[in-house]
């Protein structure tokens, strides 16, 4: 089945500490995204690449950055995690903007 | 600038129910709407679509939404609840095909027994 895939599922750090997540996708969209997910609030759009062009929100930490090596990965880089950088990530794809396709999340713990 | 509000953070409802969430778009143009339903510990799922035709949408499990541009709303239906149904809702919108989708802040429903 074609689909989104986040791993890990968990993924505990140290303060400070750099920590990466990855996607990947075998749904061939040429849009992926990544968001934070805070505890009982909407997901927040970090950045997203339309086919290799990155785009970065305004209010998006530069502690966080991203790398498309290819089509189907996408990695998400926390250079030094905070305690307010726990979260849900949700990595999510689409062709064009059309409807948004998520991965199960990867929920990172700072200790 | 376009925005989603969803009024209420919280529907308790008994199980077998009807239900209705509620939500309303704020854009000066044509737009596309969404309803995603998240599990716990799980990432989104697109419940159904309104791009454009029909203003009554149905989607999976049983729900169903009707746009209605006058009272910019795109409230989601169910007209009998199951535990299963227990989960974040957001609404979504998006303004043009080359633009993001814009989530609002969600409504978690709370199947009662």
């Known amino acids: 089945d074609a689909m989104v895939i986040q791993n890990p599922r968990y993924q505990v750090t140290q303060f400070g500490k750099p920590v990466t997540l990855s996607c990947s996708q075998t749904?061939?969209?040429?849009?992926m995204y990544w968001y934070q997910q805070k505890s009982s609030q909407a997901p927040k759009l970090l950045f997203h690449?339309?086919?290799?062009?990155?785009?970065n929100e305004a209010d998006t930490p530069d502690n966080f950055q991203s790398r498309r090596p290819n089509t189907s990965f996408c990695f998400l880089d926390i250079r030094s995690p905070g305690l307010g950088d726990a979260a849900m990530y949700l990595c999510?794809?689409?062709?064009?903007?059309?409807?948004?396709?998520f991965g199960p999340g990867t929920r990172l713990t700072v200790l | 600038a376009q925005s989603v509000t969803q009024l209420d953070s919280q529907v308790p409802v008994f199980e077998e129910a009807p239900v209705e969430l509620r939500c309303n778009y704020s854009?000066?143009?044509?737009?596309?709407l969404f309803w995603y339903v998240q599990y716990p510990n799980q990432g989104l799922q697109l419940l159904l679509k309104?791009?454009?035709?029909?203003?009554l949408v149905k989607g999976i499990n049983g729900f169903e939404a009707e746009f209605n541009k006058s009272q910019t709303s795109f409230h989601l239906r169910k007209p009998s609840v199951h535990i299963s149904d227990t989960a974040e809702y957001f609404c979504?919108?998006?303004?043009?095909?080359?633009?993001?989708?814009?989530f609002g802040k969600g409504t978690r429903l709370h199947i009662l027994p």
């Open positions: 999510a794809t689409s062709l064009g903007h059309n409807e948004q396709f």
């Open positions: 854009s000066s143009v044509s737009v596309y």
């Open positions: 309104y791009l454009s035709g029909s203003t």
């Open positions: 979504a919108v998006r303004r043009g095909r080359d633009d993001k989708i814009i």
């Open positions: 749904l061939n969209h040429n849009v």
């Open positions: 690449y339309y086919d290799k062009d990155f785009n």
